[in-house]
């Protein structure tokens, strides 16, 4: 192994030893860089949706127990495993992504796959830069959607939180009008102070009849769901004839509700999206282009409204705090207590 600073001999971890289970505060060895691996001291970590899917064993991928969660995060390269670093080195800045065979972020120490470590810009903050991955890719890759198949509008659901205030101001980049779908008047309230011209609050009682008018009138034929269960069928419901819905999460824990007669003589459909998949998909070169241009605007586009800063002890708490309101702002896990 390659190395040009101390290595700590044991951390603190969260520890996941049961699917559906709390999380264990443990101390562990420090993992090892192995060939093409990249050994980091963890900045800081965030709370997202997909790490509470993992937790309840309800993700895409379910790792070997007991495992160490978290699916990004940010910190400073200590050592290097051999082989192709890509410019990594020791003492390196860097945003990484968890792999499906390693522990993940919510540790002081992690290794990550050296192809799934990009070097920060000296403008981005180790704060901003464990949040670059996850929110993000996924803002960018269903905004590019939109636009490569031309479609006239958009419908989001689930947009007043970090994910949606992305796709609000990639929309208004990209001159893309988009029909802001969220649970409470406070959230509409907030979206149109940041510039969302179109914004619905399901909870009125005309929720589906002003959808139905505003989708018609801008000819929104895409639209994207992190919500499933009813709100599936709900909005594809109110769209043009034609149109799809796209669903990339479950936040409500039900399936999909879409009435039959929708798919066959409306000629609509439901598509699913998943960034692991949409990732795997492209070229190292693909992905650096669009990892290069989301750090670009980490600070405008792609920023992130923190709520909380926590240490490893205070998570298990916080990860309850946000399950129960995660459009109040990102819950950042800090394993050393402040971010250097």
């Not at 403008?123 to 803002?139: C, H, I, R, Y």
């Not at 890759?141 to 939109?146: E, G, K, N, V, W």
């Not at 979206?191 to 002003?210: I, M, N, T, W, Y």
Request: charged letters at 20%; hydrophobic letters at 45%; glycine letters at 12%.
């Amino acid at each position: 192994m390659a190395a040009s600073m101390s290595l700590p001999q044991t951390m603190k971890a969260l520890e996941l030893r049961e699917y559906g289970g709390p999380l264990t505060l443990v101390e562990k060895p420090v993992p090892r860089a192995g060939p093409g691996e990249v050994l980091i001291k963890v900045a800081a970590a965030p709370i997202n949706p997909s790490d509470l899917g993992f937790i309840a064993g309800c993700y895409g991928i379910k790792k070997r127990l007991p495992v160490v969660p978290g699916w990004e995060g940010s910190g400073t390269v200590l050592a290097t495993g051999g082989g192709l670093m890509a410019g990594l080195r020791a003492g390196k800045r860097v945003a990484f992504m968890a792999d499906e065979a390693l522990d993940g972020s919510w540790a002081e120490y992690a290794v990550a796959k050296a192809k799934k470590a990009m070097p920060l810009f000296g403008s981005v903050t180790l704060e901003q830069g464990a949040m670059m991955f996850v929110n993000p890719w996924t803002a960018w890759a269903l905004i590019d959607m939109a636009v490569r198949e031309e479609h006239d509008a958009v419908v989001h659901t689930a947009a007043g939180g970090a994910l949606g205030r992305m796709i609000l101001r990639l929309g208004m980049r990209r001159s893309l009008p988009i029909i802001h779908v969220v649970r409470r008047a406070a959230q509409a309230e907030m979206l149109k102070g940041q510039g969302a011209e179109h914004v619905l609050d399901s909870s009125a009682p005309d929720f589906v009849e002003r959808l139905q008018d505003l989708a018609a009138c801008l000819n929104a034929t895409i639209a994207f769901d992190p919500v499933g269960g009813e709100m599936t069928g709900q909005v594809l419901g109110a769209m043009p004839r034609g149109s799809k819905i796209v669903v990339y999460g479950s936040l409500s824990g039900q399936p999909c509700q879409v009435p039959t007669p929708q798919l066959v003589y409306e000629r609509k459909k439901v598509e699913g999206y998943w960034t692991v998949t949409w990732a795997a998909g492209r070229s190292l070169l693909g992905l650096a282009r669009v990892a290069y241009s989301v750090q670009k605007h980490l600070g405008d586009d792609f920023r992130t409204e923190v709520r909380t800063r926590v240490s490893l002890d205070q998570a298990a708490e916080a990860l309850e705090s946000y399950r129960k309101d995660m459009s109040a702002g990102k819950v950042l896990v800090v394993p050393g207590g402040e971010i250097e």
